[in-house]
């Protein structure tokens, strides 16, 4: 429920196959908000087009977390966020790279895959997770833990855009998290 607070928009990938760094990028987003600092919306493509040499293919969220460290993320005023044509060259500057290295990650943990502990353990500090599931081909960004049904939940914010669920937020419980 924290991150329904902040009125911090979801991602939306439209038709790029990014949801891999759609969801570490809206995670750099919400950690800059929980630590009070200005809202910035910063463009998933921006390091997705430059990773993957401006093809709109998939890829895995970890990967795009390294480039984070190194590189940083561009603001969607210097690079909008679905970009990721070869005509979309053009955003490569050398004031938007200088900008990106504001918004880089310093610090971050690969959890152990289903282990439900050390997701919770993370949502539970308020540290947005990225994470992918097999069964969904999918990634996006767990927010929240929440008590459900007489048992643990996590609340996902995915990269479809807010008509998706609600504001883009869903519920995962059971084998599905």
């Known amino acids: 429920q924290r991150i329904l607070n ?4 979801c991602k939306d990938q439209q038709q790029t196959n990014y949801c ?3 969801a570490p990028t809206h995670c ?3 950690t800059r908000l929980t630590q009070n600092q200005p809202m910035v919306i910063l463009s998933p493509a ?5 990773i993957k040499n401006f093809k709109n293919v998939g890829g895995w969220g970890q990967e795009g977390l390294e480039w984070i460290v190194e590189h ?3 603001p969607v005023d210097m ?3 679905n970009a990721n044509s070869p005509s979309d060259r053009k955003y490569m500057t050398a004031a938007g790279k200088a900008a990106a290295l504001d ?3 310093t610090e971050w943990w690969e959890l152990r895959p289903k282990n439900m502990a050390q997701l919770i353990s993370c949502l539970l500090r308020r540290i947005p997770v990225a994470v992918g599931y097999d069964w969904w081909g999918h990634e996006v960004t767990a927010v929240d833990a929440i008590w ?6 996590i609340r996902i914010r995915n990269s479809w855009g807010m008509s998706w669920g609600n504001k883009g937020f869903s519920v995962l419980q059971g084998n599905k998290m």
Request: aromatic share 16%; no cysteine; glycine share 10%.
């Open 6 to 9: 902040f009125n911090l928009p």
């Open 20 to 22: 891999w760094i759609n």
């Open 28 to 30: 750099v987003e919400i």
């Open 46 to 50: 921006s390091a997705g087009a430059q």
């Open 72 to 74: 940083g993320l561009y």
């Open 79 to 81: 690079w909008p966020a």
């Open 103 to 105: 918004y880089r990650v």
């Open 148 to 153: 459900l049904d007489g048992t643990v939940a």
